[in-house]
């Protein structure tokens, strides 16, 4: 291995370390509690170390969401079993989407709620991203029109995200989280497609 190699591969483990940091701090005390200076006291290198990797805090929660939407993707591919009837598949893809967001809610937040600069439905939008996108695609496809799929998706996506938020901040009753995803899953699978 070669020393630009090397150092390459060094460059990409700091910048590893400082997301992982900055998600278990996130994890454990909030992201009000990630700052720079607070990484860099955790990770014991010097803030001009993290600046020459993130140029903001909002940098490293990107890095942190795209981290996050690659779960959620692989998550949301993993729920759809292939015995299952459309309709079961978009409950079920529903239903690991709100675990998601109840389980790791510095991650959801670092992916929906905070400011992160990823760009989304763009043509530079990133592959997480995208794949996320895809794997709700593919459970509205069925009952959808090709020249609106992916509005219905976002529509599906977006209810998802209200339930979700709603219900974490107390705003809705959680006990009734399984009839509210049936009535959506109804609304989307029996709209006159």
Known sequence: MGISERKARERDERERRIVVTARAIAEREGWAAVTIRRLAD???????????????????????ALEGF????ELLGDARRPASTPAEQAQDVACTYLDFAFERPALYDAMFVLPTGLRFARSDTPAQLRATFGAMLAVIAPFADEATAETETETFWAALHGLAQLE????????????RLALLVEMISGGGH
């Open 42 to 64: 955790e990770i014991e290198y010097s803030q001009p170390v993290l600046y020459s990797h993130f140029q903001n805090r909002d940098e490293i929660v990107g890095a942190v």
């Open 168 to 179: 974490r901040h107390g705003r809705i009753r959680p006990a009734f989280r399984a009839i």
């Open 70 to 73: 690659g779960e959620l993707a």
